[in-house]
């Protein structure tokens, strides 16, 4: 059965990075892409980005332009999304999901920031 | 960036009722619409692709329709278990772009 699990929670300070780690099983990694999504607290769902996991080509949210990277490693079927110089409205719990469609999801990792 | 408009924003109904909430796009998506339904505290969950394809193992209560602009997610026979948030998300075009929410309520 096709498994999406995510890394455990994390706390930042602003200015901090985080990386939050997605490991998939069950399919054929290189088969489908990865979205990110991430939702603040009492908030609704925002798209953050997508990656091929055949070909490593990415496209991102403009907003977070140039403060994400998403990356996968083929080698253990694990994506990774790295958000740099945070801030406290990047409070939120961030979600993968396969393909862009997004057919499964991971359990999400909650990320605070806070000084 | 293509706008995905929910309504309503909220809804209540009762056990046994049938609901429709709408998404529309404010440009052509073609049938690259999804839908989810979110319960408090969990992940959100795919129930429907390319606007009325079921996922699999989601029971037949849900289904999709519309193309273009215009969508629907209908849920029948309503039972507790359904009260939840449903969002729409289009995929023609990045960026991808959600729809604010619905949140349904049981009675």
């Known amino acids: 059965q096709v498994q999406l699990v995510q890394s455990g929670a994390e706390v930042k300070k602003p200015g901090a990075s985080v990386k939050v780690s997605c490991k998939a099983s069950g399919y054929t990694f290189t088969n489908y892409g990865i979205s990110w999504v991430r939702q603040a607290p009492g908030q609704g769902l925002e798209w953050m980005g997508w990656?091929?996991?055949?070909?490593?080509?990415?496209n991102y949210a403009q907003k977070l332009q140039g403060r994400v990277t998403m990356t996968t490693d083929t080698s253990t079927s694990t994506a990774y999304m790295e958000l740099r110089s945070l801030r406290s409205d990047d409070t939120a719990v961030y979600y993968c999901?396969?393909?862009?469609?997004?057919?499964?999801w991971g359990q999400g990792t909650l990320v605070t920031v806070s000084s | 960036d293509i706008q995905m408009t929910q309504s309503p924003s909220s809804l209540s109904a009762s056990v046994g009722d049938r609901v429709t909430i709408t998404c529309r796009a404010s440009q052509d998506i073609s049938n690259y619409l999804a839908w989810f339904q979110q319960r408090p505290g969990k992940a959100p969950k795919s129930l429907i692709y390319?606007?009325?394809s079921l996922q699999s193992g989601v029971p037949s209560k849900f289904s999709g329709s519309g193309s273009g602009t215009d969508f629907t997610l209908t849920i029948s026979s309503l039972q507790p278990e359904d009260s939840a948030t449903y969002y729409c998300?289009?995929?023609?075009?990045?960026?991808?772009?959600f729809g604010q929410g619905t949140k349904l309520e049981i009675k």
């Open positions: 990656i091929s996991a055949y070909n490593g080509n990415t």
């Open positions: 998300q289009q995929y023609n075009s990045y960026p991808y772009t």
């Open positions: 390319a606007a009325s």
């Open positions: 999901a396969r393909g862009e469609d997004t057919d499964y």
